[in-house]
T-cell receptor
């Protein structure tokens, strides 16, 4: 059974550019969420999608956006990159809706973004 | 302010030496507490979800418990392969009815053979 696939694994961008990260969830999973992980702040929640609709959102600026397609695949976009956006970006998927009971997320291995 | 605090930050155990990791939280509208394990270079691996005080869940050498203010992850007779960072996270409902997820900074566990 394939896991959560994130592409690319590594990315180097210049300050001011924009970037799009991709996440393919486990087959049959309809919830996809995104997280930013840094050594200083730890894991921080970005947003969560279910059935192509953003259901929950963390406290990140509008430069961070995402979307989910009909096949549950998701993309995250960061515009006008800043040095502080350098981080590991993790995607996770779940079978249940966000309000579902007794479920957990399966995480991908992440995309490591470096902004120079 | 909503907060999740994990202790200790790091823990070294001898193989077979049981111990507990703590996750204390101050959130309103708790809708689940999650435990994950994270190995270097990998994404977190889901372990447990707990929803109400008094609830307990077990998986192999791990047992998670929940009270109204904290959760414990008990590790019984750990093995070197249990070495990892253990993360605690809470899901809480906001005033607008959406959810937010708050993670602790983790406990780095090292089990020595």
């Amino acid at each position: 059974k394939a896991g959560v696939t994130q592409t690319p694994r590594y990315l180097i961008k210049t300050r001011g550019q924009q970037v799009t990260l991709s996440c393919s969830p486990i087959s049959g999973h309809r919830s996809v969420s995104w997280y930013q992980q840094t050594p200083g702040q730890g894991l921080q929640f970005l947003f969560e999608y279910f059935s192509e609709t953003q259901r929950n959102k963390g406290n990140f600026p509008g430069r961070f956006s995402g979307r989910q397609f009909s096949n549950s695949r998701s993309e995250m976009n960061v515009s006008t990159l800043e040095l502080g956006d350098s981080a590991l970006y993790l995607c996770a998927s779940s079978f249940s809706a966000p309000s579902g009971s007794n479920y957990g997320y399966t995480f991908g291995s992440g995309t490591r973004l470096t902004v120079v | 302010e909503d907060q999740v605090t994990q202790s200790p930050e790091a823990l070294r155990l001898q193989e077979g030496e049981s111990s507990s990791l703590n996750c204390s939280y101050t959130v309103s509208g708790l809708r689940g507490l999650f435990w994950y394990r994270q190995d270097p270079g990998k994404g977190p691996e889901f372990l447990f979800t707990l929803y109400s005080a008094g609830e307990e869940k077990e998986k192999e050498r791990l047992k998670a418990t929940l009270t109204k203010k904290e959760s414990f992850l008990h590790i019984t007779a750990p093995k070197p392969e249990d070495s990892a960072t253990y993360l605690c996270a809470v899901r809480a409902v906001t005033t607008s009815g959406t959810y937010k997820y708050i993670f602790g900074t983790g406990t780095r566990l090292k089990v020595l053979a």
